[in-house]
């Protein structure tokens, strides 16, 4: 693992205690923080997917009325209030 770069943070409160968690499991703060970071990253990087595929159902006319009827149905068999 080559390390090529160093950077310093300045940690509000909430950040501080997430990293203070963290090392309390033994993590050194490099690895805590380069944890965060590619966890993030990841979240990010899923979250745009998940909105990608999310857009090309929505475009995909079969698709769409396969979820108005399951909605139409699922609405059927709700119980009445």
């Known amino acids: 693992m080559g390390m090529?770069?160093?950077i310093s943070v300045r940690l509000d409160d909430e950040a501080e205690?997430?990293?203070r968690t963290l090392e309390a499991?033994?993590?050194?703060?490099s690895l805590a923080v380069r944890t965060a970071l590619v966890?993030?990253?990841r979240a990010l990087r899923r979250h745009d997917e998940l909105a990608a595929e999310?857009?090309?159902l929505e475009a995909n006319e079969n698709d769409r009325r396969?979820?108005?009827a399951v909605a139409e149905m699922m609405e059927s068999l709700r119980a009445p209030w």
């Open 4 to 6: 090529t770069l160093a």
């Open 17 to 19: 205690r997430a990293l």
């Open 25 to 29: 499991t033994g993590m050194t703060q």
């Open 39 to 41: 966890r993030a990253a």
């Open 54 to 56: 999310v857009a090309a």
């Open 66 to 68: 396969e979820m108005l």
